[in-house]
């Protein structure tokens, strides 16, 4: 797979000061681009879900037919491509009957999936590891806790590795 985007969220506190990062790799060219922003105040979960509805609407903007979206957090992945169903057809409530968390950003990429899939885009969800080495997955994680944290960072755009 030649077009491959990394997202992560980070919140201090939790909730505390947030951050997300988001980068993007074109292995066959071997171009980076990153990407991140942050907030006051959020939890995790909702960094996590801000990173993928970032990347999902980066891909909205591509040109590229084929992606596959890699994230350490099994929480947005179950989300959007299991649990999503239930919760649909309970009308947003999750197996314990309570309203689901987070549930507008998750309503919001599941319409951003639905976008990608009419434009006949091919998405593949990925579970990495975090912490483990991972070149890319390392990055973003690095983005998102620096700018939870305040710190500036000079960001990749379009640039060889």
């Known amino acids: 797979m030649s077009k491959i985007i990394y997202c992560d969220g980070s919140s201090l506190g939790n909730p505390g000061k947030a951050g997300f990062g988001v980068v993007a790799v074109d292995t066959e060219k071997k171009l980076v681009w990153e990407y991140g922003g942050a907030t006051k105040v959020a939890t995790n979960n909702q960094m996590e879900l801000a990173a993928c509805i970032f990347a999902l609407k980066l891909i909205l903007k591509s040109t590229g037919k084929l992606f596959e979206l890699r994230l350490d957090s099994k929480y947005v992945i179950q989300g959007v491509t299991e649990w999503s169903k239930g919760w649909i057809k309970n009308g947003w409530r999750n197996s314990q009957k309570k309203e689901v968390m987070n549930k507008g950003q998750f309503k919001e990429i599941l319409n951003l999936v639905e976008l990608i899939e009419d434009a006949k885009i091919k998405l593949k969800w990925t579970h990495v590891y975090g912490h483990q080495g991972e070149k890319w997955n390392e ?14 960072l000079d960001l990749r755009k379009g640039e060889k590795y």
């Open 139 to 152: 990055r973003v994680d690095e983005i998102a806790r620096g700018l939870a944290a305040g710190e500036k």
